[in-house]
């Protein structure tokens, strides 16, 4: 059961950026998912909820209206689109699986997806 | 929002010491809780799942117990491996929070 976080890296404050989280050896569509943000040396911050159908979803403040969460079952794939990106959205970003179809816990983890906001 | 408080912030403690930290929510919870282990650059690896529900394949010295408002994780016999920063985290309601994480030194 494997997830392997992409699309990290340095971006312009202001500007955006997609990150992916393909599952391998289980099926996506069976979990609810989310993402999780670590800032450098802070603790960890949930970020956002998607249940196993995509139909709902749930942000935490700190990035409501800037960022979306969504899924693409048929390609076992979880997405954040980020924009209007800030200096303190600068973090390692999780995704995480849950153990059913509404978020709970999270079981699995992804290795993590630097993304740096600075001019 | 649920504030989840964690004590200490930080401990140091020798190989084979009994270990408890405690997180405490700012509201009942039932035992919507978990517990999670993280090493330095590495992802958190869930330990704990409804307040006392050891993770599979998770040594058995880890124990956690509480509900309501106050949890604790004890790892009975410290081992070398089991020095890293331990976090809780509650799913009883929107936002998910996480306690301020706990970090444990070797002495």
């Known amino acids: 059961m494997q997830l392997l976080e992409s699309g990290g890296g340095l971006v312009q404050p202001g500007g955006s950026l997609r990150l992916s989280c393909a599952a391998s050896e289980f099926t996506l569509s069976n979990y609810a998912m989310s993402w999780v943000r670590q800032a450098p040396g802070k603790g960890l911050e949930w970020v956002s909820d998607?249940?196993?159908?995509?139909?709902?979803?749930y942000y935490a403040d700190s990035v409501k209206g800037r960022f979306t969460i969504s899924r693409d079952n048929s390609k076992n794939t979880l997405y954040l689109q980020m924009s209007s990106l800030r200096g303190e959205d600068t973090a390692i970003y999780y995704c995480?699986?849950?153990?059913?179809?509404?978020?709970?816990?999270?079981?699995?983890w992804g290795q993590g997806s630097l993304v740096t906001v600075s001019s | 929002d649920i504030l989840m408080t964690q004590s200490p912030s930080s401990l140091s403690a020798s190989v084979g010491d009994r270990v408890t930290i405690t997180c405490r929510a700012s509201q009942g919870i039932r035992n919507d809780l978990g517990w999670y282990q993280q090493r330095p650059g590495k992802a958190p690896k869930r330990l704990i799942y409804?307040?006392?529900s050891l993770q599979s394949g998770v040594p058995s010295r880890f124990s956690g117990s509480g509900s309501g408002r106050e949890f604790t994780l004890t790892i009975s016999s410290l081992q070398p491996e089991d020095f890293a920063t331990y976090y809780c985290q509650q799913h009883n309601s929107y936002p998910l929070t996480f306690g301020g994480g706990t970090k444990v030194e070797i002495k």
């Open positions: 995480a699986k849950s153990s059913g179809p509404t978020v709970t816990t999270w079981n699995s």
């Open positions: 998607i249940s196993d159908d995509g139909g709902s979803t």
């Open positions: 409804a307040a006392s």
